[in-house]
């Protein structure tokens, strides 16, 4: 398999498992925090773009570069959820589930983040259109 293919695989995992995880974010919103509706709306917008890398732009720069941004977001969800100290497993009876998801998310993003990382330092210049 080669790096590009496997670089458009670990971007279209993190994505789907963005969109699931910010799924349970907004089922599991709490009183008092910005409405899901909005955000939801924003969040459709920013998985479009991030699926714009591996799928119409695979193989230039700027789909490698979306796709190591897509990598960064993924990364970004157990980072920003394990060390602001606000999920507590107990109150969740999913949360084995939000766990794997985070988990997966980090290992998928930090995957993409290489590959793409490698792919943008391997791009020549005459293959960009």
Same mark, same amino acid.
Request: glycine content about 10%; cysteine-free.
């Given at each position: *398999?080669?790096?590009?293919?496997?670089?458009? $695989?670990?971007?279209? %995992?993190?994505? %789907?498992?963005?969109?699931?995880?910010?799924?349970?974010?907004? %089922?599991?919103?709490?009183?008092? =925090?910005? @409405? #899901? +509706? @909005?955000? $939801? %709306?924003?969040?459709?917008?920013?998985?479009? $773009?991030?699926?714009?890398? @591996?799928?119409? /732009?695979?193989?230039?720069?700027? +789909?490698?570069?979306?796709?190591?941004?897509?990598?960064? !977001?993924?990364?970004? *969800?157990?980072?920003?959820?394990? =060390?602001?100290?606000?999920?507590? @497993?107990?109150?969740?009876?999913?949360?084995?589930?939000?766990?794997?998801?985070?988990? #997966? /998310?980090?290992?998928? +993003?930090? !995957?993409?983040?290489?590959?793409?990382?490698?792919?943008?330092?391997?791009?020549? $210049?005459?293959?960009?259109?």
């Amino acid at each position: *398999m080669t790096r590009s293919r496997m670089l458009t $695989v670990s971007s279209l %995992l993190s994505i %789907l498992l963005l969109s699931i995880h910010l799924s349970q974010d907004t %089922l599991l919103e709490k009183r008092g =925090t910005w @409405p #899901a +509706g @909005p955000g $939801v %709306l924003i969040a459709i917008v920013i998985l479009v $773009v991030l699926l714009i890398g @591996p799928t119409l /732009l695979a193989g230039r720069r700027s +789909g490698y570069i979306i796709m190591l941004v897509s990598g960064i !977001f993924a990364l970004g *969800m157990p980072v920003l959820h394990l =060390t602001g100290g606000r999920f507590n @497993p107990d109150r969740h009876s999913d949360a084995l589930l939000f766990m794997w998801i985070l988990m #997966a /998310l980090g290992v998928s +993003g930090l !995957f993409s983040i290489i590959l793409a990382v490698q792919s943008i330092r391997g791009v020549k $210049v005459s293959n960009i259109r």
